[in-house]
């Protein structure tokens, strides 16, 4: 048996270095700075961030935003991060593993503005394994012309038809135009 078959399914996807990639989802109230005051455990801990969504829109329901931050770092030190997060008075909702093997990118194409991009990456982001990992917008006629973005997306191992199915079926309700990733290469 290989190593990598003696890996568990539950275990976090291991980039280079042995460090690995982690999806931790807090609540935060809404005042200035608290973003800030969140991050600093992290980095002080050894955490790499990798992305933060962080939507003002949404409110849990105790009344706070809810945040989830990307990040990566060795195994041993990621209790660590979760310990110093809740000693620095953050709401930890949950802290784990995310198996973000494979990159997706897209490019949508059309009234991406005027539709609510914002709740086009939370559809995409809560009905998926994906997590946005930068996003390029251009709307070089204004804001209420057509416009396109080209998302790049961690996905869980095995799961970037899904992913991709999901963009599909939200390029289809809002009359958005899908590139699709060319497949088959590796470049």
Not at 16 to 35: C, M, N
Not at 38 to 52: D, H, K, V
Not at 112 to 118: A, G, I
Request: hydrophobic share 40%.
């Amino acid at each position: 048996m290989s190593e990598l078959d003696e890996e568990s399914d539950d275990e976090p996807a291991e980039t280079d270095g042995g460090v690995r990639a982690y999806t931790v989802r807090l609540e935060l109230v809404d005042e200035p700075g608290e973003l800030l005051r969140t991050l600093e455990p992290i980095a002080n801990n050894g955490g790499n961030l990798l992305s933060i969504h962080h939507e003002r829109g949404n409110i849990t329901p105790r009344g706070h935003i809810p945040v989830e931050v990307d990040l990566e770092c060795p195994p041993d030190r990621f209790e660590g991060i979760v310990e110093a997060l809740r000693e620095a008075g953050v709401n930890v909702i949950q802290a784990g593993a995310d198996r973000y093997g494979e990159e997706l990118n897209v490019i949508l194409v059309g009234h991406l503005v005027e539709s609510d991009l914002s709740d086009t990456l939370s559809v995409i982001e809560g009905n998926t394994h994906a997590s946005l990992v930068d996003l390029s917008l251009a709307a070089p006629e204004g804001m209420d012309a057509v416009s396109s973005a080209r998302l790049r997306l961690a996905v869980d191992t095995g799961r970037a038809e899904d992913a991709l199915e999901t963009v599909r079926e939200i390029a289809d309700e809002k009359d958005f135009c899908v590139v699709e990733p060319l497949l088959g290469g590796d470049a």
